[in-house]
């Protein structure tokens, strides 16, 4: 099933003319409503009528998560305040958060494409759709959920916490699709396991997993274990929240909403556009907008963009599965190193749980990853000798993944904490000096 | 004549041993015999105890990693020889000893250990007459 026939296949021309016309009308509405944008573009003599197709877009200026802290809380809007319905909020790992805000045809826009990301999961009106995300100034939750209701499903609001109540209502209510965070999915299985639920019980059947970065190999266990298909979604507030894109049945990347977020590839260093097809960094211009239109934003997400038709029938471009946001990229002694590799070996090796923490520090002016790891219940042996050996595989495979050193450590289960938003999976002890 | 063992992995920080034992006690559960291996970074504890079913449920409960491992208890005089001599017939028959620990009580010592092949172990000794103790004596001792 396809939500909106019209834009999800529309031929690529008729595309790139769509956007080239509204990244002209949103040029206009920054220029003349947002200083921030009227300055940076008077500076580099562009008028909006310059703008005469999407190949203007290379030429425009770049938008940058500092550019929104800077004008914290409105100062990139471009309605007056009276037009913004709805505040939403992601918490900085420093400083203040970031605030982004929406009019009612922005909140109409966001349930469309949610609506569509629901739809090519799979999910139908006749769906029961157990919404584990977190409500509030978090995206997920709310994002999700009107979304839903557009698709006509029924939503449970459930949002995140209590666990057991969570299972309980689950199974009474008949929840057909699961909306969370992939390792909150993870936790429910784990209790689910626990506790002995009857997995035939559970009508469950997909998953509608983001807001933070998960391996393929991780997606392998979660559909194991829950015994359901569960689907990547990509999203981020600043852009609109979750709708952003998301994997249609084929799971074979996520479709972008390119009428409404027009993507590009570039260089993270140069800030050229990089060829079709070539890794970079993730960047988006929000066309259609009102509340908070960004030219150019710079996800840190690294990615690439297939334009290939998919088997789905869809001619949206497909971004590649993010590896993790550059906010998550680790770079120890001059190695780029994201966590989910390391998650990607633990599910491989498959003798551990996948649940880790990654300790950074310096030592002697060189970089040191502790790599901790929770021994479970069904891999623990008890001899130290077969425990130590466990240690050195896993170190072994992760130096031959990451191409450098690390220390293992095995800590007891439940080491960390398991939480419905994102969990804190890296410490870096660098930059506290 | 199989004893279950619990085996629990500890990371090597303080306070964690005395809450295990602290957990077994709340909930009535005996420890008979106890033994610790050690690493820089984590130990495992050995422990038999009295009731080694509710032990691993109470233990998982409270976040241990546990699990039960076949062990065998050998009951020998106390006195120089007597263990020489059991270790001799294993390793005539090249069953490997994993771990062992032991202990005393009067005339009696009694070492627990945990070789390659329990059940082989455990015929061995017995048609050499060596004296294995029940499972139930140990956990009720
Ligand atoms: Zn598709």
């Known amino acids: 099933m396809i939500w909106n026939e019209k834009f999800e ?124 995300y977190g409500y509030g100034l978090f995206t997920g939750g709310l994002g999700i959920h009107y979304g839903s209701e557009k698709v006509g499903a029924t939503v449970i609001p459930i949002s995140a916490g209590n666990t057991k ?130 030219l150019r934003y710079r996800t840190g997400d690294l990615s690439r963009l297939v334009y290939e038709k998919c088997r789905c029938g869809r001619t949206l471009v497909r971004m590649e599965k993010c590896l993790g946001r550059s906010d998550d990229m ?88 398991r939480c419905e938003g994102k969990t804190t999976r890296v410490i870096d002890r660098r930059k506290l000096d | 004549m199989i004893i279950k063992q619990l085996s629990v992995f500890l990371e090597n920080k303080a306070g964690r041993l005395t809450e295990l034992t602290g957990i077994l006690g709340n909930a009535g559960i005996n420890m008979t015999a106890l033994s610790i291996a050690d690493t820089s970074e984590f130990g495992i504890i050995r422990v038999v105890v009295s009731d080694p079913e509710k032990a691993l449920q109470i233990l998982k409960e409270h976040n241990f990693s546990v699990n039960l491992t076949d062990v065998v208890c050998l009951m020998t005089e106390n006195q120089p020889g007597a263990l020489a001599r059991a270790l001799e017939l294993l390793s005539a028959e090249r069953i490997s000893i994993e771990y062992m620990y032991a202990f005393s009580i009067g005339e009696r010592a009694f070492i627990i250990m945990k070789t390659e092949d329990i059940n082989r172990t455990i015929e061995l000794l017995r048609k050499n007459n060596i004296e294995l103790l029940k499972a139930d004596e140990l956990y009720n001792m």
């Not at chain 1, 203007?56 to 037009?83: C, W």
Request: charged letters at 30%.
């Open chain 1, 330 to 417: 680790l770079i120890i002694r001059g190695v780029n190193v994201f966590p989910s590799q390391i998650e990607s070996v633990l599910l491989e090796m498959g003798e551990t749980e996948p649940h880790y923490r990654l300790i950074v520090d310096r030592e002697n002016n060189l970089d040191v990853l502790e790599v901790q790891v929770e021994v479970g219940d069904q891999f623990f042996s008890d001899e130290i000798r077969k425990l130590e050996q466990l240690t050195n595989k896993i170190r072994k495979n992760i130096e031959s993944t990451l191409g450098i050193g690390v220390k293992v450590k095995l800590v007891e289960p439940k080491t960390f904490e």
């Open chain 1, 165 to 294: 109540k969570q299972l309980q209502l689950m199974e009474d209510l008949g929840s057909t699709v699961l909306a969370c965070t992939p390792s909150y999915a993870l936790y429910l299985a784990e209790t689910i396991e626990e506790l002995n639920i009857d997995r035939n019980r559970l009508k469950l059947r997909v998953g509608i997993f983001g807001a933070e970065p998960w391996s393929d190999s991780m997606r392998k266990k979660v559909e194991e274990r829950l015994n359901i298909k569960a689907i990547d979604i990509y999203g981020l507030s600043e852009i609109i929240g979750p709708g952003v894109a998301s994997e249609c049945e084929y799971q074979d990347g996520l479709h972008i909403n390119e009428d409404h977020f027009i993507p590009e590839i570039i260089d993270p260093e140069t800030l050229e556009v990089l060829p079709p097809g070539e890794r970079g960094e993730l960047v988006f211009t929000t066309v259609t907008k009102e509340g908070l239109p960004l």
């Open chain 1, 9 to 132: 296949t529309m031929p690529r021309e008729e595309m790139r003319k769509w956007q080239g016309e509204k990244l002209r009308e949103m040029v206009e509405r920054v220029y003349y409503n947002v200083p921030f944008y009227r300055k940076k573009l008077q500076e580099i003599n562009i008028q909006p009528e310059d703008i005469e197709g999407i190949d203007d877009l290379a030429r425009l200026p770049f938008t940058s998560k500092t550019d929104l802290r800077d004008n914290y809380p409105y100062g990139l809007f471009a309605v007056p305040m009276s037009e913004i319905i709805r505040i939403h909020a992601s918490s900085g790992t420093t400083g203040k958060p970031t605030v982004v805000g929406y009019t009612r045809r922005d909140i109409a826009l966001w349930s469309e494409v949610v609506a569509r990301i629901l739809t090519s999961a799979g999910v139908e009106r006749d769906d029961y759709i157990h919404v584990a």
